[in-house]
């Protein structure tokens, strides 16, 4: 251990010995799965302090009676307490008084002041109605609790509890979970039962528990003390239903049928040959829970099972361009008339396809459906998906102040997706399990002066890929552009009839209305034979510990002292697998095959015969004629799982230190102060530690990268004005660091080497083999052909290993760290009834992700922006005492490398908001929950999500690759909303003995994003390139929209409730812009032709005009850039109006 390592825990073992030594008090936390109560008890008349008063807490929730007795302040404290409803009971000589319908939420602190009137008559129970404050006055959190009748009352668009999360004021959905707070949504933590049960390789949601088996979530925004980690976005945490004393269920069900489905609006834009259309089919999920005792007060019990079942129609529509029409000279267009404008009667066709001069987009003739010559339907090709949804759970309290949870909860499910954009054959079969186990023990000690909470939990995700047709798991996946659809329909008969004759160029006993054209060209839209492409046989685990500490303490007031530990192995095996061993690209009209594939590199020395390949790619240090290209013994990885060097086997090892003390000065005066310490270790693939790298001559050990020094100090204070838990006014101040998922162990850390060959088709004896007629060009899997005995290797007429200079850490690279500011303050202004005002800003201090100083030949995982000067010193100095000319050439390259690290602009992410915040908790049959956020997001680093490309690679995206792609990228980032409001509500009206009747709306409304002006770049591919300044083209539209929940319920007997609802999403059907087309100048232009541009620095939309393309070799030519018709158009809507049915029979 470190000295660094024995100074933490020096510090957390003093801590606990001063909690045994100054004046111990009850232990006065709550856990993120637990709650707490808290109060003073005064004279009604005298106001003074009650000490000696027994409290005592009970409920369905709760398997023993807590009890604790007022100090000489009359304060009390009882703690690990589970959510739910809880019976509050003050005892004080021969006085009782019962507090009902008190609330405890998770990991939040309940105010119960109470004042006793001395006087009263003895032997009576004084029964109290009025409800507890809602607000925590201990704790500077920022967020939402989320309990059961949310759940079932609000109109929730989902089934699993990612669907609830976007109630919490400034969150939003990002395309890949919810973000929070203007951070991605791969930032966020998620809790189920106390264990971390985050994915792993990306920082997804990585246990989706279904709403019904859920008892509460807690969604933590901003400002959490030092117990949380890990976390620069959210904390999530979801706690499940337990049993109980009475035995307890419901079988319940859910039905979306595709015909109360409105149709979707489908966006329009430019027409290719084959387009798709997707419909929900159904959605639907039914299951059973059931809990109750074993033994009471003693062992309870709770299981639930839940399938869950989906179908998604795609409908396939082939359409064919026309020539038949022509710009009038008044720039109307004519009628369609296909006779050719030269015919001695003439028409309008002129041998070009027909353009619409209002949208500059294609016109086409569907070929199937309504509109269609035949009137035929469609070919509809379905996507199904099944899942189960299993959990179990134990409680055991050997006594009051010892007890245990053990949970285990699974997700199986089996996906299939048959091909759309080509053959049926080449989709793909997915088979997933997800497992969770956790074990929590809680012990109070020394009556209850003392806590300790121990908790170990396995999560584990795995995931297996195939071929809808197993034999083609071995057949490489073949993307055909630039050719013909008619002439593939032939060739591989995956088209129907109408097809096939509607898109056939004009043939001798055809009739080919437009014979002048080629009917149905795939310029813009790929087709796909062959095998599925990525197979994968993966899974990830995390095996975590933790362990934490609470006492408190009286010196100059109360405080609350708690320390803890936690220790998280994270483990990975990803298959590097592609079908066949390779994807191709075959660009049948440019004459060109691009294989693809993955490929293990070793040295000279390496003498195993499965490295009999060479491997060619440009060098990067060369000078002359003949230096221009390096060489790499190495092996094509095969397609089939357990081939050598598919299997890798990532490691992630994380380890945490907190302590916090909560300082109340005053009973209403609170001031909390912590310090957490995080450390993380990625280390190499298990096959690569401790060799040598054959590419970047390194020895590599066995961590690749180790980011320690991660202190992350909480500093909070809390003043009530009202001294009865009904207000608090706060501030708060606190670092966060990310904890990097671990997709960068497996492309970074894990060897990864792509090998991409280019054969040029035509000529004399073309690599790929003569003209395929079923393709129209040659057939690709004729490229990746082993050669005969004694020929050569087949040689592309360019070659490029992806990643064949390694990667490189910077040395000295420091963690990714977030800093964060919040003030506010909320009162209860009436009871039940709070409101809420705070600022919020959230900077990014440091970033880690992968830069290329030299022009995408070397990358460096680095803090873009900054190197420190002593490593630049350190290196220098090594470099001078080395004798070795190659090694101090070496050494000299990587330190002009790293030197170049500071070029690069230093990553900004700046968070700046205001959140109005109400609530009215459910009472009285009301409630209503809303918010409105004002928020600016600037910066030029939009976070673990590259939304402007698609990139999903967290701290190793393109976003800092190169240094002549970063101008323009600093303004309103993509999750930019100025404006959110949100309001929840439900009302249920009371029927007597006819039933009840619930009523529930979820309302929102936000402003657009912002738009950019993208294109290509002619190494990174489309949209990589910022032509102008982020934000000044402007945002989308305004959006809104409103979801409704009825539902009737009546009871069928004293003990069984049946309920029957609908909910209707998206009322008023208003299908708004949820994406527009940001790409100015795509790639290929309708022609075929590549085309690429460089950002012009500062530039507005009027310099647009003047822009010049560059060809795919990075030359500027003289040819203006092809502007895309459909830019800035909607390329995606939220979903039409939609409605689901559900039932729910409680017992």
């Not at 809420?836 to 995982?861: C, F, K, P």
Request: aromatic share 8%; net charge negative.
């Amino acid at each position: 251990m470190t000295t660094k390592k024995l100074l933490i825990a020096a510090t957390l073992g003093a801590s606990s010995l001063l909690s045994h030594l100054v004046a111990p008090e009850l232990a006065q936390a709550q856990s993120n799965t637990t709650g707490a109560l808290t109060g003073t008890i005064t004279d009604s008349k005298t106001k003074e302090p009650l000490p000696g008063v027994t409290v005592i807490a009970t409920s369905a929730s709760l398997q023993s009676a807590q009890t604790a007795i007022t100090d000489e302040k009359g304060q009390y404290r009882i703690t690990s307490l589970p959510p739910g409803q809880y019976l509050v009971t003050f005892y004080y000589a021969d006085i009782t008084l019962e507090r009902d319908g008190i609330i405890v939420g998770v990991n939040k602190v309940t105010p119960v002041y109470q004042s006793l009137n001395q006087d009263a008559a003895g032997g009576e129970v004084v029964k109290i109605t009025d409800s507890a404050p809602t607000i925590d006055p201990t704790s500077t959190a920022q967020g939402i609790t989320i309990d059961k009748n949310y759940i079932n009352n609000i109109p929730v668009p989902g089934r699993n509890f990612e669907s609830t999360l976007g109630a919490a004021a400034g969150s939003q959905g990002d395309g890949l979970g919810v973000s929070f707070s203007g951070s991605s949504s791969l930032e966020n933590q998620y809790y189920v039962d106390g264990v971390n049960t985050t994915g792993l390789t990306f920082g997804t949601v990585g246990s989706p528990v279904i709403n019904n088996f859920i008892e509460e979530i807690e969604v933590i925004t901003g400002g959490y003390n030092a117990e949380f980690g890990r976390a620069t976005g959210a904390v999530v945490n979801v706690v499940t239903k337990s049993g109980s004393n009475e035995f307890k269920g419901s079988v319940f069900g859910t039905f979306q049928p595709g015909a109360l489905t409105r149709e979707a609006n489908v966006a329009a834009t430019n027409a290719t040959s084959l387009d798709f259309n997707g419909n929900v089919a159904y959605n639907a999920d039914f299951g059973v829970e059931l809990g109750g005792p074993i033994i009471k007060d003693k062992l309870w019990f709770y299981v639930g099972f839940a399938p869950q079942f989906a179908k998604v129609d795609i409908t396939r529509i082939p359409k064919r361009q026309t020539d038949c029409r022509m710009v009038m000279d008044d720039g109307t267009l004519s009628i369609c008339n296909p006779a050719l404008s030269t015919a001695p009667m003439p028409g309008f066709a002129n041998g070009e396809p027909d353009v619409d001069p209002a949208t500059g987009f294609l016109i086409t003739d569907p070929l199937c459906g309504p509109d269609s010559p035949t009137g035929v339907e469609c070919e509809v090709r379905s996507d199904t998906s099944r899942s189960i949804n299993l959990l179990g759970k134990l409680n055991y309290a050997l006594n009051p102040e010892n007890q245990g949870q053990l949970t285990i909860q699974a997700l199986p499910g089996h996906s299939n997706r048959p091909g759309d954009a080509g053959l049926v054959s080449t989709g793909a079969v997915i088979d997933s399990l997800v497992t969770d186990v956790s074990f929590k023990w809680t012990s109070k000690f020394n009556d209850n002066k003392t806590e300790i909470e121990a908790v170990v939990g396995w999560h584990r995700e795995a995931t297996e890929v195939g071929s809808i047709d197993p034999s083609l798991n071995n057949t490489p996946a073949q993307v055909l552009q630039n050719g013909n659809l008619a002439v593939w329909a032939r060739g591989f008969g995956g088209e129907t009839a109408e097809t096939l004759a509607g898109c056939t160029d004009d043939i001798p006993g055809r009739a080919d209305p437009y014979p002048n054209i080629d009917n149905c060209p795939m310029r813009s839209r790929s087709y796909r034979i062959g095998g599925p492409g990525g197979i994968a046989n993966d899974s990830t685990e995390r095996r975590a510990a933790k362990l934490g500490l609470i006492q408190r303490v009286k010196a100059a007031g109360t405080h609350e002292i708690k320390a803890g530990i936690d220790v998280e192995n994270n483990l990975s095996n990803t298959t590097r697998l592609l079908s066949g061993g390779a994807i191709l690209q075959n660009l049948v009209g440019n004459n060109q095959v691009r294989v693809q594939r993955y490929v293990q590199l070793t040295d000279d020395a390496n003498m195993d015969p499965r490295f009999d390949k060479t491997c060619h790619t440009p060098d990067p240090n060369a000078t002359g004629p003949t230096g221009d290209t390096k060489s790499y013994k190495c092996d094509f990885l095969g397609g089939q799982y357990g081939d050598p060097g598919t299997d890798i086997t990532g490691n992630t090892f994380n380890w945490s230190a907190y302590l916090r003390d909560s300082w109340q000065i005053q009973p209403n005066l609170t001031f909390n102060a912590g310090v957490r310490y995080e450390e993380q270790r990625l280390r190499y693939a298990a096959d690569l530690q401790n060799t040598t790298d054959a590419l970047t001559g390194l020895e590599l050990g066995k961590n690749a990268m180790t980011l320690t020094g991660m202190f992350a100090p909480r500093l909070g204070i809390l003043y009530d004005w009202t001294k009865e838990g009904r207000s608090k006014i706060y501030t708060h101040w606190g670092r966060f660091y990310e904890s990097i998922p671990m997709r960068i162990n497996d492309r970074s850390f894990g060897g990864e080497a792509f090998y991409v060959q280019d054969f040029v088709t035509s000529g004399m004896n073309p690599p790929c083999g003569p003209t395929d007629p079923k393709i129209g060009g040659p057939n690709g899997e004729k490229c990746i052909e082993e050669p005969a005995p004694g020929e050569p290797q087949k040689v592309g007429a360019s070659e490029q290993i992806i990643g064949a200079s390694g990667v490189l850490i910077a040395p000295g690279i420091k963690s990714q760290y977030m800093d964060e500011i919040i003030a506010g303050f909320e009162y209860e202004i009436l009871d039940d009834l709070k409101i809420g005002l705070s600022y919020q800003n959230r900077r990014m201090g440091r970033v880690i992700e992968d830069v290329s100083t030299d022009g995408a030949e070397t990358y460096i995982i680095a803090n873009p922006g900054e190197w420190d000067q002593d490593e630049e010193n350190k290196l220098q100095a090594r470099i001078d005492r080395t004798d070795d000319l190659q090694e101090k050439n070496r050494l000299l390259r990587q330190l002009k490398l790293f030197q170049g690290i500071r070029t690069f602009d230093k990553p900004s992410r700046d968070y700046n908001a205001l959140q109005f915040t109400l609530t009215r908790r459910f009472s009285k049959k009301l409630y209503v929950q809303g918010s409105y956020t004002y928020s600016r997001i600037t910066g030029n680093y939009p976070g673990l999500i590259s939304y402007d490309n698609g990139q999903v690679d967290p701290n190793i995206s393109s976003q800092y690759d190169l240094i002549e792609l970063l101008a323009n990228r600093i303004g309103p980032l993509p999750q930019d909303r100025p404006h959110y409001i949100k309001l929840d509500g439900y009302y249920t009206f009371d029927l007597k003995s006819a039933g009840e009747l619930t009523t529930g709306i979820r309302l929102r409304a936000l402003s657009g994003i912002p738009q950019q002006a993208l294109a290509g770049h002619y190494l990174y591919g489309p949209d990589e390139s910022f032509l102008l300044p982020r934000g000044q083209i402007g945002r989308t539209d305004f959006e809104h929209g409103l979801d409704i929940h009825v539902a009737y319920a009546r009871k069928l007997n004293k003990n069984m409730r049946l309920e029957i609802y609908a909910d209707i999403f998206n009322a008023y059907n208003r299908q708004g812009s949820a994406a527009t087309d940001d790409t100015y100048a795509p790639q290929f232009a309708l022609s075929g032709d590549e085309q690429n541009a460089n950002p012009i620095a500062g530039g507005t939309y009027e310099d647009l005009m003047w822009l010049k393309a560059y060809d795919g070799s990075g030359n500027e030519t003289a040819k203006p850039i092809g502007r895309n018709p459909n830019y800035r158009n909607t390329v995606g809507r939220y979903g039409p109006s939609n409605v689901r049915l559900g039932m729910r029979l409680t017992f």
